[in-house]
């Protein structure tokens, strides 16, 4: 069980009235979805200090898909959790939908995490007791919330399970059931999705399946941001950043998976 409700959930629950505003931020954004300005991330111990971003700047656009590549150690999985307001920048700036995170206090931050983002990870953080449904509903049910039944069934709607809705995660296959926990990020309608390693516990078939699922919800205006050490996945995303020692080295934009691949064994080979 989890001790926490973010571990159980993967994202923390979201108010009924806040779940109008991050419709808005998903639907009618004109700036950037999720926007890095000049972010730094120093990490400092006994052992010296680590600069794991270096001045990373970019500016994710509404409706697209997003992947961070990079060697071991590069900074992705910081980028991933400063972007998503789970760890604050040393300097630089940081906004989702226009609001800029270093500006919320942190109750504020934690409100407007659950409207504006949802979190997909590799283990899919679903509860074996319950079905499809009350997994997807339980954030709000957590949060004391209203479960709006239409929301619910809208988001395995578009994941393809609502047929599904009253299995309970044993008896899903782990495609099926990262659909459930893609389902749940969407319940929200967040204004950017975050994955990370969507697909890492899935065979390859299931994963292509998942990918393209990710992929159909961006052609429908969702925005995502996924990291991946895999360049098949990366290449269902409209373009691929290419992080190494805390910067961003370079991108690529439709390209396929042997492409990023080379550019990736360029990049480890450096
Ligand atoms: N809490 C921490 N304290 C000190 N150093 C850290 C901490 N977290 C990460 N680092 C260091 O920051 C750098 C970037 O780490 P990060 O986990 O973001 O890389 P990554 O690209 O996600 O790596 P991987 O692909 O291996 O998961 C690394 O040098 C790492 O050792």
Redesign the pocket.
């Known amino acids: 069980m989890c001790a926490r409700e973010d571990e159980c959930t993967g994202f923390m629950p979201l108010p009924t009235f806040a779940r109008t505003a991050a419709a808005h931020h998903a639907d009618s954004l004109d700036g950037p979805a999720v926007a890095l300005d000049a972010v730094t991330?120093v990490?400092?111990?006994r052992?010296g200090s680590?600069?794991?971003?270096r001045g990373v700047t970019h500016a994710f656009a509404p409706g697209t898909f997003t992947a961070i590549m990079?060697?071991?150690?590069?900074?992705?999985?910081?980028?991933?959790?400063i972007a998503a307001g789970l760890d604050a920048p040393t300097r630089g700036r940081v906004s989702i939908a226009g609001t800029d995170l270093g500006r919320l206090d942190a109750t504020a931050l934690t409100k407007f995490r659950r409207t504006a983002m949802g979190f997909v990870f590799q283990s899919y953080n679903l509860l074996d007791a319950l079905t499809a449904f009350d997994n997807v509903a339980l954030p709000a049910r957590l949060a004391g919330q209203p479960v709006d039944r239409g929301a619910v069934l809208n988001a395995l709607d578009r994941v393809g399970l609502r047929d599904l809705a009253k299995r309970r995660p044993p008896e899903l296959s782990g495609g099926q059931q990262q659909r459930v926990a893609i389902a749940r990020a969407l319940h929200t309608r967040p204004a950017v999705l975050f994955a990370d390693e969507p697909t890492g516990a899935l065979d390859r078939t299931t994963g292509r399946d998942v990918l393209a699922l990710l992929r159909n919800l961006v052609d429908d205006g969702q925005t995502v941001v996924m990291?991946t050490?895999d360049p098949l996945a990366a290449s269902y995303a409209d373009q691929t950043l290419f992080?190494a020692d805390?910067r961003i080295v370079g991108h690529l934009r439709d390209a396929d998976a042997d492409t990023i691949a080379r550019r990736m064994n360029e990049l480890e080979r450096a």
């Open positions: 991330r990490y400092r111990s052992a680590v600069e794991a971003l990079g060697p071991s150690g590069s900074g992705k999985s910081t980028l991933l959790q990291v050490h992080l805390g």
